[in-house]
């Protein structure tokens, strides 16, 4: 039941938030810019649309958008929303969370390949090269993270906990971390269509329709549990009290704005800094690793 | 008596060192041989072992008469060039023989002979000729010589038998004056063939076999 | 009285080469006469096993278990030579390399040579066994020259020459020895027998130097490096059956002899003396012949410098001196016998068919002789000691030992070289057996007699391998007897 | 007190039956396939051998896991390197595959001389060859013959397994075998090194000091990321395969590396744990890399080429291989709910829950190794996605891929039992583990009857930590539902309708397969970002008809073999001088030659004092 009502949720309030993203960018930039539900338009419109599959693609192309929409939903539900410990936490961990990923990106890979397209060939080349990179970060991260609460189950720092410095560092290399997988600047950019500097944008570029609506959405959901991690880990925050309804909205007020707060870092970021080149992401991700094992430190000196 | 004798074989085998060719060489093997029969000789005298006397005689047979003979008649076969090719020229090879003749005696005193007594001059003589003998084998280039160099080893072999152990046991020793002949009949016929293949007898040039 | 037939049956059939004109059947009787020699020489091996030693003819011939296992090893190679023999020279006189005639020359020096090879365990008196060595030298010499080309001329005469000077250098230990006999007051003798119980009391000192000269004469013979140089020319050089006669037995009784006088160094307490020597000799053969093998271009040489390696193996196993190793070495002498002669056997049949010993230009053995092939493959594998085969069991006795000795050192270098030369044997053979054949090179068959003793050698070295785990305690047991005289 | 032989032979205990039971899954699907894979590639005689030498080679393998004596042990060791050696140089026919067969049957013989050393030092200590004489002689021993003897043991081991740096042989050896061979040999064989180690050196020599488990985690980690950076530049599918067996040694070490260095510091349930992981990844990698084998050489088979940058489109033309492939893939880079995801977490886990019960620095030590697993296993998903994508995916590339046909039955029948085992050993992790906790608990002689590894039959929860649970048949279940979800979703929203049409070309008028995405390129970042490692260096050609126009420009990027130039190459080339140098003591001058023997015994009476 937790489990329907969550993902749901994560279905709902996903592309809000990158709509939100993009709006505050628009901003930033002195732009008037798009509506926030800009996101949703655009899915309606590519449910509504006829969808081109390459005569070149196999049955990989065809499948490949449910297995990626699958495997972030899947990963959905380990996150606690309401409560302490998501209900389908027996399911995995942390740990987990990075092999379910690894999922959903190995198909599109293939996918992009499948279609014989050099643009699909490049963007699956640089995206296995980031996330191959982002694997030791990331496990150096939660390594911080679970040394911290002695345990790599996600719920274990659900609900309130004191901030310490390592899960500040933590967080911050999570954050770069997150840049890295949700494809933005400097990493990736997901405005663009040149073929220079898209990764994400150049796997995908063959789909089209109902497909790539699939496509969006598992990575709005994607983007969407990364902020909930960070937020988790440096706004802690209790279960949801039921009962009383002011608390109820306060709660669920708070839930919303700490991760509002990190979209805007986020949209901070991508308009303050410029794309890097695709060789410098090592040194990026080098960095996020260093955070990491700085964390770690902290959490092994207990500070 | 003896010591004189003794004396005279050294020399004799200092000549074959300083020997430039072939029928000098093998002349002075035959006073070698010729000296060696006499201290066998004289050893059968004192100590009046029969088969010392036969022995002594087969070494004047064997080495005084056969051999020679033997060597020359196949040196006249194959008409070579009679220089015997010198890798170290005579007079360094006398010093060297002079080198060879100390150390067997420090050899000798090693083994605990007495100092000074006629046994250990016998003894030193014999370990000279032997060292020579092989030294002579490395140093000449010709085959004949390294037929002529095992002859004088084993001729110091002789001297140092009688002379210390007063001599093997009686078949042994005839045994081996029979070997002795064979091998050199044989090395004699493998230095016809050497002659009859390459159509000399260098065998410092035998080099087709090496690594 | 068995030592007599074994004796005597090498001499009638000397005799009888010069009597019966057809060498195809003298072949056969040859072997007919070889086998029963065989089965003599295990009849006297039980027989001495069970009674210890045995003296016959006034004391003149001494048979201890050290003699009768050199017997046994001759008698095993000489009828397996004597039947590829057949084959070989029959396969000459096709293609009219030799004559009947010279054929059967061949067959008179090869018994001659049996019989001086016979005779070497056998006789007592240490002067006797000097001059059956010399002749073992003479009368080789004339089947390395057997061809009468520049190279086998020149190995002959290289042959005779560097023997006749290691052995006249033996002869004067022999004569040091019989010195320090004699002056110990005892009775004038050369027999070892007489020598062996009184070995304490003779005055170390002149034995420590007579054994130098003893070790350095028969060492020649026996192809310790730097000593050995006489051997690749000669073993390259000389009729198949003949290398594997020189290398199987021919080196074997050199190390007898010295195995005689060590006995006699070990017996007077001068062991380590004895030890270090030998080890000293095995390690230095061990690494120069490896060295050799590693690029070398000839086949038969090839073999000839892993026999420098094996008689490296078994002074170093002897030089160790406790039961384990000596067993070792002892089954190493045997093993190495057996093989040596397969993996000759088969260079044999490879060079008369390719005409060549270079090893760049023979390939693809396999397919030109499936049979001889394959009995090489194992070969190679059995000389480089990997189990199952016979060798590996000796030589892990003989690291074994090196192990409980502790003598560190020396196992490691044991087990480096022997990696090395492994490396070097399945460098050249991979090349040479597998691969592509030639141009201008067809499948041949091979004679039943050469398949024949094929078979019964592989089946020695499979065999032996397998059994001596089981019958190991006997092995030891009987070592441990071995250097009691 | 000195005997060869023991009265029992022979030792069935859980890791023996463990092992046993890895060589017989992996082995008898490979000889299913061997019978049509072999038919048209040798003469009938020719087969014949060949399974009989394939039989040979698994029974070795099966007494060589089996018996319960040093010597017996080495002697089988011995037969299986030889019966192997024998399988690689099979093909006589090409130079390659003698050349390999050389470097193999070298490198491993040299390690079996390690082996051989460390058996007679135990012998020294327990005058016996049996496992358990041994192994109650060695609480008596002193603890730098222990080092000296685990050392030993590591590397005699290590080159058999394939630990880098005494992995070259892998490369060379594997790909020249015909495929069910190397899909024993890189499934099994290169395993039995792992029981050597497990065996000699957990079992009987039994760990006392942590540094031994620190080195193997520290070689392991290096294999690891060796094994793939290599397999990443590689084209040919059964070297890139042959260096992905290094990375999986390695992570397999790193399970039995961990299970070392927790029982020196006497964590017994973790010491259990890592072994499991070890186990349970060894037997994983036994099956997914025997299929990958079996798929490669069904590839081969149907192109009768093993370049991959030549094929691709062989989705469309075998699709069953694909499919099995694909399965491989993903079981091979940790993808859920599959086993290798299963064993991965796992040794993961280990190093966590490790962390937290050791104290200071170690935490750091095991983080960073756990780090660097994971970077080991992303790169290895890129490694896949090339590996599958270029060869299975898009158009063909040559006239190889476009005549390609789907293989016989057998040869499917043998990859889709190795593929269902993968899918088992995914679901049924919780079951499996109870098993291995079982061999792992016995081997370790750690009793198990109180530790709990699994929540119910389809959860694995480790005890040390606060509620930490993986359970792939809900995962699995959830995924498939998420996956109808989405379906539905798609059905019932979409309203337009699927058209086929050529990929977007740009305008370009004729998109065709040399507009492909080569593997070449494909790992052109990796290749940059470990420049530093893999050294590339390219060598481009033009030729010009004039000045201003270049006709044809070739160009190819190499990578260089660093351990191949630095380490090998070098000594080879000192062992070849000595030799040559020696042989110059020996040329032909009889007077020279009479000159030795005259000199050493000058030399020998000279100093007769020394001996």
């Known amino acids: 039941m937790m489990i329907i009502l969550q993902i749901i949720l994560f279905i709902l309030t996903a592309p809000l938030l990158s709509g939100l993203i993009t709006k505050i960018k628009n901003n930033l930039r002195m732009r008037k810019g798009q509506s926030i539900i800009q996101p949703y338009y655009n899915l309606v419109k590519l449910f509504s649309k006829d969808e081109v599959i390459s005569e070149t693609a196999s049955w990989i192309f065809r499948v490949t958008p449910f297995i990626v929409l699958s495997s972030t939903l899947a990963a959905a539900i380990l996150i606690p929303v309401f409560i302490f410990a998501s209900s389908a936490h027996h399911m995995g961990d942390f740990l987990a969370l990075i092999f379910i990923f690894a999922l959903g990106r190995f198909f599109l890979a293939l996918s992009a390949l499948d279609t014989g397209s050099s643009f699909g060939g490049m963007g699956a080349s640089r995206e296995m090269f980031i996330s191959s990179l982002v694997e030791p970060a990331l496990c150096m991260v939660i390594f911080a993270i679970s040394l911290q609460f002695s345990s790599t189950d996600i719920s274990a720092f659900s609900g309130m906990h004191a901030i310490t410095v390592s899960s500040v560092v933590a967080a911050i290399a999570l954050f770069l971390i997150v840049i890295a997988e949700t494809s933005r600047i400097p990493i990736d950019n997901q405005e663009t269509h040149l073929e220079l500097t898209m990764v994400h944008e150049a796997m995908v570029l063959e789909y089209s329709g109902r497909s790539l609506a699939l496509i969006e959405m598992a990575s709005y959901i994607k983007q969407m549990i990364f902020f909930f991690l960070i937020a988790q880990l440096i706004f802690p925050i209790g279960g949801l009290p039921l009962g009383n309804f002011v608390q109820m909205l306060l709660w669920v007020l708070w839930c919303i704005t700490r991760v509002v707060i990190i979209a805007i870092t986020v949209a901070l970021v991508e308009v303050s800094v410029a794309k890097m080149r695709l060789f410098r992401v090592a040194d990026f991700l080098g960095f996020a690793f260093v955070l990491g094992v700085i964390a770690t430190v902290c959490a092994i000196l207990g500070v | 008596m003896q010591g004189i004798i003794l004396f005279l074989l050294l020399a004799s085998t200092y000549l074959m060192v300083i020997a430039k060719r072939m029928p000098a060489l093998i002349r002075s093997f035959r006073y070698q041989s010729f000296f060696l029969f006499l201290v066998t000789f004289l050893a059968a005298f004192n100590e009046k072992v029969i088969e010392l006397y036969v022995v002594s005689g087969m070494i004047i047979l064997v080495k005084v008469f056969l051999i020679p003979y033997f060597l020359n008649l196949t040196a006249k076969k194959i008409n070579l060039d009679e220089n015997l090719g010198l890798f170290v020229n005579s007079q360094l090879s006398l010093v060297l023989a002079l080198i060879f003749t100390y150390y067997s005696w420090v050899l000798s005193v090693n083994l605990g002979f007495g100092q000074g007594s006629l046994q250990s001059v016998a003894v030193t003589v014999a370990f000279s000729v032997i060292f020579i003998g092989a030294f002579m084998m490395i140093s000449r280039m010709k085959a004949f010589t390294q037929v002529v160099g095992i002859l004088i080893m084993e001729n110091g072999i002789f001297l140092f038998a009688s002379s210390a152990s007063g001599g093997m046991p009686f078949f042994a020793e005839i045994a081996i004056f029979f070997d002795i002949f064979i091998s050199v009949v044989i090395m004699g016929i493998f230095v016809f063939r050497i002659n009859k293949l390459f159509t000399h007898i260098d065998v410092n040039k035998l080099s087709r076999l090496k690594g | 009285m068995a030592i007599f037939i074994i004796l005597g049956i090498p001499l009638l059939l000397a005799a009888g080469a010069l009597i019966i004109k057809r060498e195809r059947l003298f072949g056969v009787i040859n072997c007919l006469g070889y086998f029963v020699v065989l089965c003599f020489s295990i009849a006297i091996f039980k027989e001495t096993v069970l009674a210890g030693h045995i003296r016959v003819l006034f004391n003149f011939i001494y048979l201890d278990l050290l003699s009768v296992v050199f017997i046994l090893v001759t008698a095993i190679v000489a009828i397996a030579a004597a039947l590829y023999s057949i084959a070989y020279i029959g396969k000459d006189i096709e293609q009219k390399i030799i004559s009947g005639k010279k054929a059967r020359f061949y067959y008179l020096l090869f018994n001659l040579f049996c019989f001086s090879m016979f005779c070497v365990p056998a006789v007592n008196n240490l002067g006797m066994l000097w001059v059956a060595i010399e002749m073992t030298t003479l009368i080789s010499a004339f089947l390395v020259g057997f061809y009468n080309s520049k190279e086998s001329v020149e190995a002959a005469w290289k042959y005779i020459i560097i023997c006749s000077v290691g052995i006249t250098f033996a002869l004067l230990g022999t004569i040091l020895f019989s010195y320090a006999f004699s002056i110990s007051g005892l009775s004038k003798s050369l027999n070892w027998s007489d020598m062996v119980p009184v070995a304490h009391v003779l005055d170390k000192n002149i034995l420590k130097i007579a054994f130098i000269f003893i070790l350095v004469g028969y060492g020649t013979k026996a192809g310790l490096a730097p000593m050995h140089t006489w051997l690749p020319d000669a073993h390259s050089q000389a009729v198949a059956p003949i290398s594997a006669l020189l290398s199987g037995v021919l080196l074997k009784t050199a190390v007898y002899a010295i195995l005689r006088f060590g006995i006699i160094i070990i017996k007077s307490g001068e062991l380590t003396y004895f030890t270090h020597l030998m080890i000293l000799f095995g390690v230095v053969s061990l690494v120069i012949s490896s060295g050799f093998i590693l690029i070398q271009k000839d086949l038969k040489r090839l073999l000839a410098y892993s026999s420098i390696e094996h008689i490296g193996i078994i002074s170093i196993g002897f030089g160790l001196g406790s039961p384990l190793a000596i067993a070792g070495a002892i089954l190493h002498v045997f093993n190495h016998a057996v093989t040596k002669s397969l993996m000759f056997f088969g260079a044999g049949n490879i060079v008369s068919v390719y005409k060549k010993h270079n090893m760049n230009s023979i390939r693809g053995v396999i397919k030109v002789m499936p049979f001889t092939g394959i009995m090489m493959l194992l070969g190679v594998f059995a000389l480089t000691g990997f189990p199952p085969f016979s060798i590996f069991i000796s030589e892990i006795m003989i690291i074994m030992a090196a192990f409980n000795n502790s003598s560190y050192f020396i196992a490691v270098l044991l087990l480096l070289f022997l990696a090395v030369i492994f490396s070097a044997f399945i460098f050249h053979f991979g090349k040479m057996l597998f691969g592509n054949l030639p141009k201008g090179m067809k499948i041949v068959g091979e004679p039943l007699s050469g398949k024949f003793v094929f078979l019964f050698l592989s089946f020695l070295i499979c065999g032996v391998g397998i059994v001596l785990i089981f019958k190991y305690k006997d092995l030891l047991w009987l070592s441990q007897r071995l250097l009691q005289g | 007190m000195l005997n060869l032989l023991t009265n029992n032979l022979f030792l069935f205990d859980p890791l023996a039956l463990f092992f046993l039971a890895v060589i017989f899954i992996v082995s008898l699907p490979s000889i299913v396939y061997s019978f049509s894979y072999l038919k048209g590639e040798y003469s009938t005689a020719k087969i014949l051998l060949a399974q009989v030498l394939l039989l040979a080679f698994v029974l070795s393998m099966a007494l060589v896991v089996s018996v319960s004596n040093c010597l017996i042990f080495l002697i089988f060791w011995e037969i299986m390197s030889l019966v192997s050696y024998f399988l690689v140089v099979f093909d006589t026919k090409q130079a390659k595959s003698i050349q390999a067969g050389l470097i193999y049957i070298v490198m491993t013989h040299i390690g079996t001389a390690f082996i051989i050393a460390a058996f007679m030092i135990l012998h020294n200590y327990a005058h016996s060859f049996d ?298 992790a919780a079951l499996i583990i109870k098993l291995l906790a079982r061999v792992s608990g016995s081997t370790l002689g750690i009793d198990i009857s109180s530790m709990t590894f699994s929540l119910n039959n389809f959860t694995l929860a480790p005890q040390t930590a606060r509620n930490i649970y993986l359970s792939t048949p809900t995962l699995a279940l959830w995924l498939l539902i998420f996956g109808i979800v989405g379906f539905v979703i798609y059905r019932i929203f979409g309203r337009g309708k699927s058209v086929i049409y050529k990929t977007w070309d740009c305008g370009y008028y004729k998109l065709d397969s040399r507009n492909e995405y080569t593997a070449t390129a494909f790992s052109k970042p990796f ?75 000058l030399l020998l009476i000279i100093f007769i004092g020394q001996f």
């Not at chain 4, 070689?219 to 690891?224: K, Q, R, T």
């Not at chain 4, 259990?272 to 060894?282: K, N």
């Not at chain 4, 126009?549 to 630095?566: A, D, L």
Request: hydrophobic share 55%; net charge positive; aromatic share 14%.
């Open chain 4, 131 to 428: 496992f358990f004489a041994i192994k109650n002689a060695c609480q008596a021993m002193p603890s730098q013959t222990k080092d000296i003897v685990f050392l030993l043991f590591l590397i005699g081991f290590g080159t058999k397994a394939g630990i880098v740096p005494l992995h070259i042989w892998l490369p060379y050896a594997h790909p020249q075998a015909s495929s069910h061979i190397s899909s024993i040999m890189s499934g099994v064989m290169i395993k039995t090194a792992i029981y050597g180690i497990i065996r000699f050196v957990m079992f009987i020599l039994g760990v006392n000091s942590s540094w031994w488990g620190i080195l193997v985690l520290i070689l392991a980690v290096i294999s690891c990321l060796v094994g793939v950076i290599y397999a990443l530049m590689e084209h040919d599918i059964k070297r890139l395969l042959a260096y992905h067996s290094v990375e999986n040694i390695g992570i397999i070490l790193l399970g039995v590396g961990l299970a070392m260095f927790f029982t020196s510091l006497g964590l017994p349930y973790l010491a259990v744990f890592s072994l499991i992981a070890g186990l349970y990844h060894l037997i994983n990698h036994a099956i997914f890399k025997g299929l990958l084998f079996l798929c490669a050489g069904s590839v081969y088979k149907a192109t009768g080429t093993r370049d991959i940058e030549k094929l691709g489109g062989l989705i469309k033309k075998m699709p069953q291989t694909a499919a099995y492939f694909l399965l491989g893939a993903m079981a091979i880079s940790a993808l859920p709910p599959l086993n290798g995801f299963v064993s991965e977490w796992l040794t993961l886990q280990a190093f966590f829950l490790g962390a937290f019960n050791v104290i200071g620095g170690n935490k750091l030590f095991l983080g960073i190794c756990a780090a660097m697993l994971a970077l080991t296993s992303g790169l290895a998903a890129a490694c896949f996605v090339k590996a599958f994508g270029v060869t299975f995916l898009a158009k063909p590339r040559s006239h190889y891929a476009e005549s390609a046909k789907e293989v016989a039955l057998p040869m499917r029948i043998g990859m889709l039992i190795l593929a269902v085992l993968i899918v088992i050993f995914g679901l049924a």
């Open chain 4, 527 to 601: 290749r940059v970002a470990f420049s530093f490692f893999l050294l590339p260096y390219r060598k481009t050609q033009k030729i010009r008809e004039s000045f201003y126009h270049i006709k044809s420009f070739s160009y190819e990027t190499h990578t260089t073999k660093v351990f191949k130039k630095y380490i090998y190459d070098p000594v080879l080339a000192i062992v070849f001088k000595t030799a040559k140098a020696m042989r110059r003591i020996q040329l032909g001058s009889i007077h020279l030659y009479l000159g030795y023997i005259f000199i050493t015994l």
